[in-house]
Every structure is written in C-alpha cells, then in structure tokens.
C-alpha cells in the first residue's frame, strides 16, 4: 500500500551549501536522506513530495553546519500481509521468481507459484505437471503478499503467493 507520510525531522545543511537558497538546500538534503530509504517504520521510501515548514536554524559549534527543523511528506510504499499486487517477472531460479514491484522485489517460492507440481528447467521457465502452465521472465503476474521483514533494512524481504484463484501469470488478452 502506498502512503504519504508526513514527516517532522531535523535537516543538517553543511557550510558549503550556505550559498543556495534557504528551502533548496534542506530539500536537496531531505531527498539524500530520505529517498530510497528502507525501515519497518516507512517501509520503501519512493519520493520527498513536499516541504510544509522550516523552523528557524541553529549552527551547532564545532560542526559549522546549520540544523533546521522541517515538515515534509514523503511518498512511502509499506507491502501488507494479504495485499494483491501486480508484478512482472524479473529472475527465475531452480527456487523460485523474483517479482519487480515498482518499489522493490518479492520473491515466490517454487512452492508457492502454482497449484500444481512445478519444475524448473535450464531456461529458467517454471511448468507446472499436469497444468502445462508456464512462467518465464517478463510475464505480469498477480501475487499475494504473505510475508513481510525489515529485519536486515538493507536486505528486506516480501514474500509472495501465486498459488490462489486468481493469482498467478495474466494472460496476454
């Protein structure tokens, strides 16, 4: 689910930005700290959409930096346990698919990606057995989020289902 978060932090402005405008300096900072960030809190942090407010700056002695605190919104996606997703297969392995999101990857597991017996073959194509259903890189697939872990930040995980009515590789219509 996407969300946009509203935000209160205070922004470091290092000396050699004192020349730019004021709101640009701390926007331009707010999108290096923020953008691309990864927590339990946020989830995937995809955009700085706005800055509200900016309160007054302090230098901090010894830093030469200035500190303000600002208000901003954030365009964040957090996956949610039973969430419908759209994806496009980006890698299959002898394990399963890795799913593009948008935002980030998920991953289904062998498992998990038909209501059937699958097997994995060197052209990196799962079949299911008796189906004879396929999916390869670059099919658009409709997955269930059942698992979800911020555990590592760096390395978080989304995992996925295909196995229910409706879910699994759409058709080209």
Same mark, same amino acid.
């Given at each position: 689910?996407?969300?946009?978060?509203? $935000?209160?932090?205070?922004?470091? $402005?290092?000396?050699?930005?004192? +020349?730019?405008?004021?709101?640009? /300096? #701390?926007? &331009?900072? #707010?999108?290096?700290?923020?953008?691309?960030?990864?927590?339990?809190?946020?989830?995937f942090?995809?955009?700085? #959409?706005?800055?509200y407010?900016?309160?007054?700056?302090?230098? $901090?002695?010894? +830093?030469?930096?200035?500190?303000?605190q /600002?208000?901003? +919104? *954030?365009?964040?996606?957090?996956?949610?346990l039973?969430?419908l997703?759209?994806?496009?297969?980006?890698? #299959?392995?002898?394990f399963g698919?890795?799913?593009d999101?948008?935002?980030?990857?998920?991953?289904?597991?062998?498992?998990?990606?038909?209501? +059937?017996?699958?097997?994995?073959?060197?052209?990196?194509?799962? !079949?299911?057995?008796?189906?004879?259903?396929?999916?390869?890189?670059?099919?658009?697939? $409709? /997955?269930?989020?059942? /698992?979800?872990?911020?555990? &590592?930040?760096?390395n978080?995980?989304?995992?996925?289902?295909?196995? !229910?009515?409706? *879910?699994?590789?759409?058709?080209?219509?």
């Amino acid at each position: 689910m996407f969300y946009k978060i509203r $935000v209160k932090d205070h922004i470091r $402005v290092p000396p050699h930005m004192f +020349d730019n405008k004021r709101d640009q /300096a #701390i926007m &331009d900072n #707010i999108v290096h700290t923020y953008e691309n960030h990864v927590s339990k809190n946020l989830g995937f942090v995809v955009n700085v #959409i706005e800055l509200y407010s900016v309160e007054e700056g302090v230098i $901090v002695p010894g +830093d030469g930096a200035a500190y303000f605190q /600002a208000e901003f +919104d *954030l365009l964040c996606y957090k996956p949610e346990l039973n969430e419908l997703l759209y994806g496009k297969v980006r890698d #299959i392995t002898d394990f399963g698919a890795f799913l593009d999101l948008g935002a980030t990857e998920g991953m289904v597991h062998i498992s998990q990606s038909m209501d +059937d017996f699958v097997s994995f073959s060197k052209e990196k194509v799962l !079949q299911g057995k008796n189906t004879s259903t396929t999916v390869k890189v670059g099919d658009l697939c $409709v /997955a269930r989020v059942i /698992a979800v872990s911020f555990k &590592d930040p760096r390395n978080p995980k989304v995992g996925l289902t295909m196995r !229910q009515e409706g *879910l699994g590789k759409r058709s080209s219509a």
